[in-house]
Nanobody
Framework: QVQLVESGGGLVQAGGSLRLSCAAS????????MGWFRQAPGKEREFVAA???????FYADSVKDRFTISRDNSKNTVYLQMNSLEPEDTAVYYC????????????????WGQGTQVTVSS
């Protein structure tokens, strides 16, 4: 069993930055593909970014060149650095663990955090 706890969300003005963190329990973190997804009110959950056990990274087109996913296996933590934030980035952001390729498919992840709210004001 893996528990995921996200942090770092908040309110930021358009053009600003936030860094989300996701701390994972368990001994197998370094072997997991980790993902970030988001869900805005009235919309379906959508893929944001993923990083596999080799630290290869994958991004949604909407966040490419603005967001960066990274991991620190010594801390069992995955990060999402979000720059040049836009009001359209407003959503609850979820961390997910143990993903399978295709990493953009939320159905391929076994474990989920509770989510952290990101609000970008215009």
């Amino acid at each position: 069993q893996v528990q995921l706890v996200e942090s770092g969300g908040g309110l930021v003005q358009a053009g600003g930055s936030l860094r989300l963190s996701c701390a994972a329990s368990g001994r197998s973190f370094s072997t997991y593909a980790m993902g970030w997804f988001r869900q805005a009110p009235g919309k379906e959950r959508e893929f944001v970014a993923a990083i596999n056990w080799r630290s290869s990274t994958f991004y949604a087109d909407s966040v490419k060149d603005r967001f960066t996913i990274s991991r620190d296996n010594s801390k069992n933590t995955v990060y999402l650095q979000m720059n040049s934030l836009e009001p359209e980035d407003t959503a609850v952001y979820y961390c997910a663990a143990d993903g399978q390729p295709d990493y953009s498919d939320y159905g391929g992840y076994d474990y989920w955090g509770q989510g952290t709210q990101v609000t970008v004001s215009s």
